[in-house]
């Protein structure tokens, strides 16, 4: 089974087979309508494609390898479509993340993050609120310089991020968020206490990513609060599911409690260096 390089005229059954296989999809699919197939920027994407659109495999031009190729998939013909690729990582549905690193040849390669990570899924009309205090504000409400500490931490504890290179990436990274309006801050007294985001985002669904409290204020709900907040905002904007995947047993607790109930996994490796996808012999 061959591989061809996705075109314009494959993007609406691109975008209707990804749909189909949202649960593990939201990150191309959000790409796609952000920055358009083969788009400018880090969340750029390029499509090799299968048949009528029976697989797909995605390339950022960050090196993000997104696969959805369920069923008799020919996983050695990825290598030869992707040959030469700078990979930083592989993000998917668990069993093929496995099946993909393997394929390429890159199966010894060292990793900072290789794990699957149970997914869940909120209707959001079902959503749980929980009491207690603090408001949602923007970003703009914070030090950035505070808020930099936090994304460095967490790029170093949840993606095994070096901290050297997690503090020169998180001040860029705070930033972004800030530009793009999906991140928000719980505030206790005008002072901020916890932060949540989206990473992915259509008209109709969110992902909710990058959930952080900082170690001494955690423990009290921040997290869950934080979370039902914003996802309480994207209701209001006709947002009608969310979905995620937990990093730990903590989190998971968390989000059952205000409502999120299992979905499909996902597994994620992050090569503690890029990786050249080499052809085969």
């Known amino acids: 089974m061959t591989l061809r390089a996705a075109g314009a005229d494959d993007l609406p059954a691109l975008t209707a087979f990804l749909r189909r296989h949202e649960a593990t999809s939201m990150f191309p699919l959000s790409n796609l309508a952000g920055a358009g197939l083969n788009g400018a920027g880090p969340y750029g994407m390029r499509f090799w494609i299968s048949g009528n659109v029976s697989g797909a495999i995605g390339l950022t031009n960050s090196g993000m390898l997104q696969p959805q190729w369920p069923g008799a998939a020919d996983w050695a013909a990825s290598r030869t479509v992707l040959a030469g690729a700078e990979v930083a990582g592989v993000i998917g549905p668990a069993g093929q993340v496995r099946q993909l690193v393997d394929a390429l040849g890159l199966g010894r390669a060292a990793t900072r993050l290789d794990a699957v990570e149970p997914g869940f899924v909120l209707d959001l009309k079902d959503l749980v609120v929980p009491q207690g ?28 991020t070096l901290p050297d290179r997690a503090a020169q990436q998180a001040p860029g990274e705070i930033e972004y968020f800030r ?37 001494a204020l955690r423990g009290k709900g921040r997290a869950r609060r934080v979370v039902a907040l914003h996802l309480a905002e994207a209701l209001a904007k006709d947002v009608r599911r969310a979905r995620l995947f937990a990093v730990s047993d903590q989190a998971a607790r968390a989000y059952r409690a205000i409502g999120f109930g299992p979905a499909d996994p996902v597994g994620l490796v992050l090569f503690a260096e890029p990786q050249q996808v080499q052809a085969w012999a």
Request: aromatic residues 6%; proline residues 9%; charged residues 15%.
């Open 133 to 160: 205090p603090g408001v949602l504000a923007e970003l703009d409400a914070a030090d950035p310089a505070v808020l930099s500490a936090w994304r460095a931490d967490y790029l170093t504890v949840v993606t095994g």
């Open 179 to 215: 530009s793009a309006g999906r991140h928000r801050l719980l505030l206790e007294a005008g002072v901020p206490v916890a932060m949540c985001g989206f990473n992915a985002a259509l008209p109709d669904v969110v992902q909710v990513g990058g959930v952080y409290v900082p170690p």
